[in-house]
């Protein structure tokens, strides 16, 4: 059975996408820690990162690298937390997080009710961020 994940990337459910290729997606969590909170996620239906093929999880994390800076620009944050953690869904996934503090890394302040329009927006910025950069993998929404 596909994860979310999978069903997400497919189109079979909404997502909020920054960035697509041939290896990967980046989408916005539906569940923020903070605005601008990002899911870099391999096409591939891998569950546990140690088990990814070392090129794309290299793949993986020079992508998180372009939308982290991308993050950076559009929130201006202290930094840009990067966190594998997968316990939450069975399909590799890197978490981007704009943060002030360690505190903005914590699942439990995660906003369960996030509304739509505030998580475009957060997109959208992260997208122009993109496209000023010249990225041309920048997904269209």
């Known amino acids: ?27 916005m969590s539906i569940n923020p820690l903070q605005p601008g ?3 870099v996620v391999p096409v591939a239906e891998v569950d546990h990162w140690i088990d990814l093929d ?5 793949h993986l994390v020079n992508v998180s690298h372009t939308i982290g800076h991308a993050i950076q620009g559009a929130f201006e944050p202290a930094k840009v937390g990067l966190m594998l953690a997968g316990l939450e869904v069975p399909h590799t996934h890197i978490h981007l997080v704009p943060i002030r503090g360690i505190h903005d890394l914590d699942f439990a302040n995660a906003d369960p009710d996030a509304a739509p329009d505030a998580i475009e ?21």
Do not use: K, Y
């Not at 994940?5 to 290896?23: A, H, K, M, S, Y």
């Open 1 to 27: 059975m596909a994860t979310i994940f999978t069903r997400i990337i497919n189109g079979e459910l909404p997502g909020r996408f920054v960035w697509r290729d041939d290896q990967c997606v980046a989408f």
């Open 121 to 141: 927006e957060a997109a959208e910025r992260i997208r122009a961020e993109l496209r000023a950069a010249g990225h041309a993998e920048v997904a269209s929404s």
């Open 37 to 39: 909170h990002t899911l």
């Open 54 to 58: 070392p090129d794309l999880l290299a």
